[in-house]
């Protein structure tokens, strides 16, 4: 796939980690139809791309997402239901089917504007690393409307209960330090250091088994939904699985460096001889 030919998302590679990056400053970064297009081409591409280990999602500019276009997305297609569908389907499959299921580690870099339903996509990545400046808000109930698409669900699944009906009822605004604190992303930073902080995490993730990641990542997105029975049980086949598809044979060499080389300890990296 050509990735110059985009017009609005940017796709930058770089050691390993891709960064993919909503591509209209002027407008807020809000997705409008031909962005969710480009975005489920592009992530279809590099999910089976081999210079892809991490993907980084941000938003060009000093936005991350400002929500759907009020006006690309909502008024201009409420007389046309057959685009409209097709964007609805555009739109659901990048935010969530692709990018939830993506098979590599994803980290949302906020840095700057989240509002409404970029909150899915917020979601539907692994990580979340924000600037401190970065602002929030479900702002749905100012526009009259409810936190639908897929908004309302995320919130609830992933925020705790009083949390998500206080932000999603009062429309109240808040920022990275804010969004940390109710563990809507991991951690924010200031500004000027959310790069750096992001592609940290970037490279130590690149650095790890990329089977045993894509399937840590699958198998706890999936036991949510689970009863204990069945966890144990899909866990277990899991495991199996990942046996059989690791050509990197980890489980075996990470045993050998423990217990015969004594080279390794994974809960703590290499043995130095003096630890007392
Ligand atoms: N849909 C369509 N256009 C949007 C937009 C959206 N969600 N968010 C911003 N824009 C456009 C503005 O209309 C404006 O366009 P213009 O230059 O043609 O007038 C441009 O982006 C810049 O927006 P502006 O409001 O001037 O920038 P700002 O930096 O002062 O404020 C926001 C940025 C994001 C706080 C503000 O634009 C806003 O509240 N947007 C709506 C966000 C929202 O509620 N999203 C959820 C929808 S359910």
């Known amino acids: 796939m050509d990735f110059s030919k985009l017009k609005v998302v940017k796709v930058e590679k770089r050691d390993g980690v891709t960064t993919v990056a909503l591509n209209r400053p002027e407008k807020r970064n809000a997705m409008s139809p031909q962005l969710h297009y480009e975005m489920v081409d592009v992530l279809k591409e590099l999910g089976e791309d081999e210079e892809t280990r991490v993907l980084v999602l941000t938003g060009a500019g000093d936005s991350w997402c400002a929500g759907q276009d009020i ?69 749905e109930v100012n526009w009259g409307i409810l936190p639908g698409g897929l908004v309302g669900k995320v919130i609830v ?36 250091q959310l790069e750096d902080a992001t592609m940290e995490l970037a490279r130590s993730l690149c650095k790890k088994n990329p089977q045993t990641l894509r399937t840590i990542k699958e198998s706890l997105r999936l036991v949510r939904g689970m009863s204990v029975d069945q966890a144990a049980d899909y866990l277990l086949a899991k495991e199996r699985e990942m046996r059989f598809m690791d050509t990197e044979s980890g489980r075996a060499e990470a045993m050998k460096q423990f217990l015969d080389d004594k080279s390794y300890r994974p809960g703590m990296g290499e043995y130095r001889r003096d630890d007392s």
Request: hydrophobic content about 45%; aromatic content about 14%; charged content about 30%.
């Open 71 to 139: 006006k690309l997305f909502f008024r201009d297609l409420d007389d046309k239901p057959k685009e409209r569908h097709r964007a609805r389907l555009a739109n659901h499959e990048w935010r969530w089917t692709l990018l939830s299921a993506f098979p590599k580690p994803t980290i949302a870099m906020v840095n700057g504007y989240c509002f409404g339903g970029a909150f899915v996509q917020l979601f539907a990545c692994d990580f979340a690393i924000a600037a401190d400046e970065a602002q929030f808000g479900l702002s």
């Open 157 to 192: 699944d992933g925020l705790s209960y009083r949390d998500a009906v206080w932000y999603a009822m009062t429309g109240e605004p808040f920022d990275g330090k804010k969004a940390a604190e109710i563990k809507l992303v991991n951690k924010s930073v200031p500004r000027d």
